[in-house]
């Protein structure tokens, strides 16, 4: 059984930073795409940031590209997403995925494994 859990979550300013950390367990983590998607209020999911199996590909929401970095460590099982520069507008619910493709994707419905999420709150 593959679970995923998110860490890293808070309440900060505009203009801070924060890094979110998934750790994964089970299944086969070096052959897995993983990404982050984020839920609003009022807001279907969205994909924030992700990248394929190897980590040397990676995709980013236009409106946090440069802002953030997510990287993977496949001895250690965990996906990090950096966050520089927080705005009001990154506020939500950041969950952690992991899916079976060769090839890094951006839908939700290829990702088979989903975390329970954590909250961020961006304050103005």
């Known amino acids: 059984q593959v679970q995923l859990v998110e860490s890293g979550g808070g309440m900060v300013q505009a203009g801070h930073s924060l890094r979110l950390s998934c750790a994964v367990s089970?299944?086969?983590?070096?052959?897995?795409?993983m990404a982050w998607f984020r839920q609003s209020p009022g807001k279907e999911r969205e994909f924030v940031a992700g990248?394929?199996?190897?980590?040397?590909?990676?995709d980013y929401l236009d409106s946090v590209e440069g802002r953030s970095t997510i990287s993977r460590d496949n001895a250690r099982n965990t996906v990090l997403l950096q966050m520089n520069s927080l705005k009001p507008e990154d506020s939500g619910v950041y969950y952690c995925?992991?899916?079976?493709?060769?090839?890094?994707?951006?839908?939700?419905?290829?990702?088979?494994?989903w975390g329970q999420g954590t909250r961020v709150s961006v304050s103005s």
């Open positions: 995925a992991a899916g079976h493709s060769y090839f890094l994707k951006r839908e939700a419905r290829h990702y088979a494994f």
């Open positions: 990248l394929n199996w190897k980590g040397d590909t990676t």
């Open positions: 089970g299944g086969t983590f070096n052959t897995y795409i």
